[in-house]
């Protein structure tokens, strides 16, 4: 069984920073690329970031400038760097692997989510 586990949403005010952590376990011969993606409430989970196993990064126009998505394959990391805040950042980020190479093959792996609130 492999699973993401995703860590280090909270409570941020506008304007600051917030740094979520996603680290994969289980049974994994590989990860592939990693993204994060969102949830607003009433809204439809869209892609914040991405990233290659040979470091190529892709954002939303709407996190660009902001956000920075980073990995440590070594250690089955995955991290995004979030700063300048806006409330409409608000919401569930989840940590996705598209093709994870396990024993049963490659399968997708979705974290649990981890709560991101910005307010003052």
Sequence with gaps: Q????????????PGGSLRL???ASGNIFS???MGWYRQAPGKQRELVAS???VGM?????????RFTISR????????????????EDTAVYYCNVPHMATQAGYVE????GTLVTVSS
């Design 109 to 112: 792996v979705w974290g649990q």
């Design 2 to 13: 492999v699973q993401l586990v995703e860590s280090g949403g909270g409570l941020a005010q």
């Design 51 to 53: 990233i290659t196993t």
């Design 72 to 87: 440590d394959t070594a250690k089955n990391m995955g991290y995004l760097e979030m700063n300048s805040l806006r409330p």
């Design 31 to 33: 990860i592939g690329a």
């Design 57 to 65: 990064t892709n954002y939303a126009d709407s996190v660009k400038g």
């Design 21 to 23: 952590s996603c680290l």
